[in-house]
């Protein structure tokens, strides 16, 4: 299974300000996501996200709000912008994964708690 | 499109009883069924999965469930909780052309001693 960290792990940001999440995992990936986990919810994929494409973000999701990067297979960032209260979250990436050839299952960060004031 | 249901928000079980959570899923196509852990303030834990072959599948810490087409149901069972099962569990479902994940909306576990 991979590796995967992510900064910061939390962090308390006022309105109108935006922030930069990092996700480093250590190995090589194909794909990559990120998720949004707001409180006492379920998980919500917010976008996929391949190097050398650009992301795919879900209905309700938009780039402008939730721009991402992926310059290598190691590494991708997710900026919250323009931020409001409603984005306070948890935000994890995953990373696509498998043994044996088998590359079907996802491995998570341990997460970014954002609140927003 | 594919959709994950979770009956019941909250279960509460005595040590060593068994463990019983149930999950029902849409999908247009042949789904990846997969079940995940949340301790507190932790990330997600990947438990057991089902992507094909047989239907009945054992993960860690001594969870299976079992995938019936028939019912669209993946249910997650444990023979004895233990205290340390106290966290909430996701079922989720994935297509096997994009792997996108489909959450359900948690069970929160208790373990009463």
């Known amino acids: 299974s991979a590796v995967i960290s992510q900064k910061p792990s939390r962090d308390i940001c006022q309105r109108g300000t935006s922030l930069t999440i990092q996700c480093q995992v250590d190995s090589q990936v194909t794909m990559m996501f990120w998720y949004r986990q707001q409180p006492g919810q379920s998980l919500t994929l917010i976008a996929t996200a391949n190097q050398g494409s650009e992301a795919t973000y879900e209905s309700g999701f938009v780039i402008d709000k939730f721009p991402i990067s992926r310059p290598n297979l190691t590494f991708s960032t997710l900026t919250v912008s323009n931020m409001s209260p409603e984005d306070s979250s948890i935000y994890l990436c995953?990373?696509?994964?498998?043994?044996?050839?088998?590359?079907?299952?996802?491995?998570f960060g341990p997460g970014t708690r954002l609140t927003v004031l | 499109a594919q959709s994950v249901t979770q009956l019941g928000s909250h279960v509460s079980v005595s040590e060593g009883a068994l463990v019983l959570l149930r999950c029902n899923y849409s999908?247009?196509?042949?789904?990846?069924l997969f079940w995940y852990v949340q301790y507190p303030n932790q990330g997600l834990q990947l438990l057991l999965k089902?992507?094909?072959?047989?239907?009945l599948v054992k993960g860690i810490n001594g969870f299976e469930a079992e995938f019936k087409k028939s019912e669209t149901s993946f249910h997650l069972t444990k023979p004895s909780a233990h205290m340390s099962d106290a966290a909430e569990y996701f079922c989720a479902v994935s297509r096997s052309n994009d792997y996108k994940l489909s959450f359900g909306a948690g069970t929160t576990v208790t373990v009463r001693a």
């Open positions: 995953s990373v696509l994964g498998g043994a044996g050839g088998h590359y079907n299952e996802q491995f």
């Open positions: 089902y992507t094909t072959g047989a239907t």
């Open positions: 999908s247009s196509v042949p789904p990846y």
